[in-house]
C-alpha cells in the first residue's frame, strides 16, 4: 500500500541552526502539507501545497519556515533559524481531493 | 473564538463493548469531519469523514453521526479490541472543497480496551 515516507525520523540540532524535513508523499496525490505536534499538544497545521505554491499556511508558518518540492517527488519543509519552540514531531500529509490526508509516521525534532 | 472539545480523559472500557467517543465544536461551519487514529510516537491515521449533509456513516466496527445542529459528531467502536486502544482525533476543516485544507485537530481521546 503506498505511503507517505519522511526522513530523518530524529534530528537534534542547536538554537540557530537551519533544518531541513524531507517527505516523499504518495505519488498521485496532488496537495501537501506540513502538520507539527508540540510534546502532548494537538495537532496544528502549519501549510498546504499544491500546484507548485502554497494554498493556506497558518500563523505558525513566520518567515522562519519555507516549503519545496524540488523534483517530482520530494517535499520539503525548512527552518531557517531554529528556536527552543520548534521541538515537535512534524508530519507530512498528502491527499487527493478527497480531504483525507495520508500521513508520514513523522521526524522529532529537537533544538536543543 | 473557535473550539473544537475532545473529552481529555481516557475512556476504558471492556473489550467487546461499544466505545463512543465525542467530538463538540463552536464557531465553526464545517463542511465535513473527520476522525483519525493516533498510536504513541506514530503519525495520525485516516478512519472516516463525514459530511455537513449526511448523517451517519459506518465502516466495519466504526460509526460517525454528525449532528450539525448540536455541533456535534459521536464516534462509536463497536466490538471493541485491545487493538482498539489509541488516542483517536477529531479534525475539521471549513472550507467548501474537498482539498483537506486546513485541518483544526482535537485534542483527541485516549481510549483503553482491556481484555
Known amino acids: 500500500e503506498p505511503e507517505v515516507t519522511q526522513t530523518p525520523s530524529h534530528q537534534v540540532t542547536q538554537m540557530g541552526q537551519e533544518v531541513i524535513l524531507r517527505c516523499v508523499p504518495i505519488?498521485?496525490?496532488?496537495?501537501f502539507y506540513w502538520y507539527r505536534q508540540i510534546l502532548g499538544q494537538k495537532v496544528e497545521f502549519l501549510v498546504s501545497?499544491?500546484?507548485?505554491?502554497?494554498?493556506?499556511k497558518s500563523e505558525i508558518f513566520d518567515d522562519q519556515f519555507s516549503v519545496e518540492r524540488p523534483d517530482g517527488s520530494n517535499f520539503t519543509l525548512k527552518i531557517r533559524s531554529t528556536k527552543l519552540e520548534d521541538s515537535a514531531m512534524y508530519f507530512c500529509?498528502?491527499?487527493?481531493?478527497?480531504?483525507?490526508?495520508?500521513f508520514g509516521e513523522g521526524s522529532r525534532l529537537t533544538v536543543l | 473564538s473557535q473550539k473544537i472539545e475532545q473529552n481529555s480523559e481516557a475512556l476504558n472500557i471492556q473489550e467487546g463493548k461499544t466505545a463512543t467517543l465525542t467530538c463538540n465544536y463552536t464557531n465553526y461551519s464545517p463542511a465535513y469531519l473527520q476522525w483519525y487514529r493516533q498510536d504513541p510516537g506514530r503519525g495520525p491515521v485516516f478512519l472516516l469523514l463525514?459530511?455537513?449533509?449526511?448523517k451517519e456513516k459506518r465502516k466495519e466496527r466504526l460509526k460517525v453521526t454528525f449532528d450539525t445542529t448540536l455541533k456535534q459528531s459521536l464516534f462509536h467502536i463497536t466490538a471493541s479490541q485491545p487493538a482498539d486502544s489509541a488516542t483517536y482525533l477529531c479534525?475539521?476543516?471549513?472550507?467548501?472543497?474537498?482539498?483537506?485544507?486546513?485541518?483544526?485537530f482535537g485534542g483527541g481521546t485516549r481510549l483503553m480496551v482491556k481484555p
Open positions: 505519488s498521485n496525490h496532488l496537495y
Open positions: 501545497f499544491y500546484n507548485n505554491e502554497i494554498s493556506e
Open positions: 463525514i459530511r455537513e449533509n449526511e
Open positions: 479534525a475539521l476543516d471549513p472550507s467548501k472543497n474537498n482539498a483537506g485544507n486546513m485541518l483544526t
Open positions: 500529509a498528502s491527499s487527493k481531493d478527497t480531504g483525507e490526508l495520508f
